[in-house]
């Protein structure tokens, strides 16, 4: 099994940071692509920053120049550096792993922006 555990959620203030980690443990062989995603209250849940095994990043278009996805693959684990935030950056974020094709999903972190 494998296990992820997010962390660095909470309340701020537009404008303010927010550094999300997630670790994960377990059955760990190579880990490929590496994820975060959110999902805010009556909206689907969109893809917000993933990262590749060669450090190849991708970005949704609303977080291009606020968001920095990181990994360290030394202790399995993927960031999220969140800068400039805003109301609308309000949701569950949760992270996500690719590892032998099967994908895997933390229990997700809430990150409240208030204006």
């Known amino acids: 099994q494998v296990q992820l555990v997010e962390s660095g959620g909470g309340l701020v203030q537009a404008g303010g940071s927010l550094r999300l980690s997630c670790a994960a443990s377990?059955?760990?062989?190579?880990?490929?692509?590496m994820g975060w995603y959110r999902q805010a209250p009556g909206k689907q849940r969109e893809l917000v920053a993933t990262i590749t095994s060669g450090d190849t990043t991708n970005y949704a278009d609303s977080v291009k120049g606020r968001f920095t996805i990181s990994r360290d693959n030394a202790k399995n684990t993927v960031y999220l550096q969140m800068d400039s935030l805003k109301p609308e950056d309000t949701a569950v974020y949760y992270c996500?792993?690719?590892?032998?094709?099967?994908?895997?999903w933390g229990q997700g972190t809430q990150v409240t922006v208030s204006s």
């Open positions: 996500n792993l690719e590892m032998l094709r099967v994908f895997y």
């Open positions: 377990g059955r760990i062989f190579r880990i490929n692509t």
